[in-house]
């Protein structure tokens, strides 16, 4: 459809995350096929706040503006590795997430921005870069 406005895009469906994933924001979404463009196809998304990736499937598309979305092993919810602090408590590390994307079935790739001048020296480690990794093979099962 050509949308005659310059400034203006027109919305054709949505996405509509579980209720039960409970992130405090969302910075990114990326789709992975199995097969080329065909259903069921994995789908990915991160929270910049929680330092968190949660991983659902689309297995069918029902009529727009809404998809059917469903999740994996009761929406699996990946927590990016935290700090290894002297205290029982972990922190985040990967404070500042932007983006990710699917490299392979089991593969992610995140990237994340500056860390803010309010945040902890673990968050200025992993700033402005591209992180790789490997999602457990076993959650599609």
Not at 57 to 70: D, G, T, Y
Not at 110 to 123: E, H, I, M, R, Y
Request: charged share 15%; with cysteine; glycine share 4%.
């Amino acid at each position: 459809k050509i949308i005659s406005a310059l400034c203006s895009w027109e919305p054709v469906g949505t996405l509509v995350i579980p209720s039960t994933v409970h992130f405090d924001d969302y910075s990114s979404l990326s789709i992975y096929h199995r097969k080329a463009n065909e259903l069921p196809a994995y789908v990915a998304v991160s929270s910049q706040l929680m330092s968190q990736v949660w991983v659902g499937m689309i297995e069918e598309i029902n009529q727009a503006p809404f998809f059917s979305l469903s999740s994996l092993n009761n929406n699996t919810i990946y927590d990016l590795p935290r700090t290894h602090a002297a205290t029982s408590e972990c922190r985040i590390k990967y404070c500042n997430l932007e983006g990710v994307a699917w490299q392979g079935e089991y593969e992610l790739i995140l990237v994340s921005d500056k860390a803010k001048n309010n945040q902890g020296t673990q968050c200025i480690e992993q700033e402005q870069s591209v992180h790789y990794f490997f999602i457990p093979q076993n959650f599609s099962n």
